[in-house]
């Protein structure tokens, strides 16, 4: 990667991280102008990363993002999209998908796809939506089959729905960029049957379409870790570049047994906003650098991620303990005392209450910190 690009791929990382910092805290006012910035400065390089980001973000909790979807659309409208027609059948499936038909219509109509002068052009669009909706009800009907089924027979019924969905969804997974929706359709029905092969397949080719897409290497990673017990680190890596805050990362970081890999990701973690009062977070630093273990490697890499950030750190999370949160302090105070030591211990120590007698393990690591 050479310096320009580099430099690009920052800027447009910490764009994103703006977009996301500000939804999670339901800013919606300074997340519309975030966006409106954003697109202003957006080049064609990375205008895919920019609407996929935008997709999974409303996709992610659709009724809390329900406000910026004039913004949204404004933003996709705005946008030199040269796949401009797929990206929008992705957004209107989206929107039907959570019920919202008149904004998906009002998309169509937008970007005159319902009224295209060509009855060739028109006829295909009206096509492609209604195999779109045909596959969401038979996979509904396969759903309720399945349900009517026994020990003892095997609903033929469910079996042939099952394989007209497999049919219909696979045409619109290789029609649109994003399909989340029917990919997590096509999860459901070959985990029930057991194809696993089959399903891996699908997974890779999505995963490897929208490499730069969250959701289809999360797919992908999970997949293989319960199907195949594969922990990819090269699928992990990527999902951390794509998003260094998101939840998926504290759920499986401990799978890779690698304190370093850990203790960078729990740190980055806690520097946004949505993880600064979870005491998973605080409780799984406390407990990783406790078992630090005195070897030089890891001890160099809490000092890099805390020299890296204790200026900001210190008045961030060490300042205030009070009681609203006292689930965490616990936690907070032995990550504290382990960063700073004595000079924590003076200024905190009476205002959070707790008995130094009880960290004297965090003492300890102190010592060998410094």
């Known amino acids: 990667m050479n310096q320009v690009t580099r430099s690009r791929y920052a800027f447009q990382s910490r764009l994103l991280t703006m977009v996301n910092e500000l939804s999670l805290r339901g800013r ?49 409208h705005s946008m030199n999209l040269n ?37 060739m052009t028109k006829e295909k669009d009206v096509n492609t939506l209604t195999k779109i909706l045909n596959s969401d009800l038979d996979f509904i009907k396969w759903k309720f089959e399945i349900s009517k089924e026994s020990f003892e027979e095997e609903n033929q019924l469910a079996q042939q729905l099952a394989e007209k969905c497999v049919f219909q ?67 992990f890596l990527k999902i951390i570049k794509l998003n260094p805050s998101d939840g998926f990362i504290l759920k499986y970081h401990r799978y890779f047994q690698n304190l370093i890999m850990s203790i960078d990701c729990i740190f980055e973690i806690l520097d946004y ?60 105070f032995s990550v504290a005392i382990m960063l700073m030591g004595h000079t924590f211990v003076k200024t905190a120590s009476q205002n959070c209450g707790f008995n130094l007698v009880n960290f004297g393990k965090e003492l300890e690591v102190f010592s060998w910190l410094i």
């Not at 995963?207 to 870790?225: G, I, P, R």
């Not at 490697?297 to 303990?321: G, T």
Request: charge should be positive; include cysteine.
């Open 169 to 235: 969804i696979q045409l619109i997974v290789d029609t649109f960029v994003l399909a989340d929706n029917q990919i997590i359709q096509l999860i459901d029905i070959y985990t029930y049957y057991k194809k696993i092969n089959e399903l891996h397949h699908v997974l890779i080719e999505y995963a490897t379409k929208n490499s730069d897409y969250l959701n289809a290497q999360k797919y992908l990673f999970e997949f293989e870790l319960n199907y195949l017990n594969k922990v990819s680190t090269e699928l």
């Open 273 to 332: 906003y949505q993880w600064k009062y979870t005491k998973e977070c605080w409780s799984c630093l406390s407990k990783l650098i406790k078992e630090s273990d005195k070897i030089d490697a890891i001890k160099e890499c809490i000092l890099e991620n805390w020299n890296l950030r204790k200026h900001y750190w210190i008045p961030y999370h060490f300042k205030i303990f009070t009681d609203m949160y006292k689930n965490i302090n616990k936690y907070r």
């Open 28 to 76: 919606w006012t300074e997340l519309k102008l975030g966006l409106k910035y954003y697109n202003k400065v957006l080049t064609k390089f990375y205008i895919n990363s920019y609407w996929k980001f935008l997709f999974q973000l409303a996709s992610k909790d659709f009724p809390k993002y329900i406000e910026c979807i004039p913004q949204f659309i404004d933003c996709l």
């Open 83 to 119: 796949n401009k027609k797929e990206v929008i059948y992705s957004v209107v499936y989206l929107l039907f998908s959570k019920n919202y038909f008149s904004q998906g219509f009002d998309l169509l109509k937008m970007y005159h796809l319902t009224y295209d002068s060509s009855l």
